[in-house]
Nanobody, 123 residues
Framework: QVQLVESGGGLVQAGGSLRLSCAAS????????LAWFRQAPGKERQFVAS????????YYEDYVKGRFTISRDDAKNTVYLQMNSLKPEDTAVYYC????????????????WGQGTQVTVSS
């Protein structure tokens, strides 16, 4: 069982930066691939980025590539999403999610979810 708690969301101007954190409970955190998804009002949840269980492979959706960076610190049971050059269209609730070992960009394949943190980017 893994419990995930996101933090770090807030209001930022376009072009600014935020770093989201997702703290996990559970002794087997290091065996889980981790991902970030987001959901804007009236839209479906969409994949943002993921890292595998070893932390040596990452994958980004095109609309955040070059601006967002996912990383993990297994000593702290935490995964991060560094978001730079934010745009108004990045406004959404951001969720972290976990599944065993291998990365996946499908929300239906994730085993555990956090409650989400709101990111609002003003123009």
């Amino acid at each position: 069982q893994v419990q995930l708690v996101e933090s770090g969301g807030g209001l930022v101007q376009a072009g600014g930066s935020l770093r989201l954190s997702c703290a996990a409970s559970g002794r087997t955190f290091s065996t889980y691939a981790l991902a970030w998804f987001r959901q804007a009002p009236g839209k479906e949840r969409q994949f943002v980025a993921s890292t595998n269980w070893r932390g040596d492979n990452t994958y980004y959706e095109d609309y955040v590539k070059g601006r967002f960076t996912i990383s993990r610190d297994d000593a702290k049971n935490t995964v991060y999403l560094q978001m730079n050059s934010l745009k108004p269209e990045d406004t959404a609730v951001y969720y972290c999610a976990a599944r065993k070992y291998n990365m996946c960009s499908s929300s239906s394949s994730m085993d555990y979810w956090g409650q989400g943190t709101q990111v609002t980017v003003s123009s």
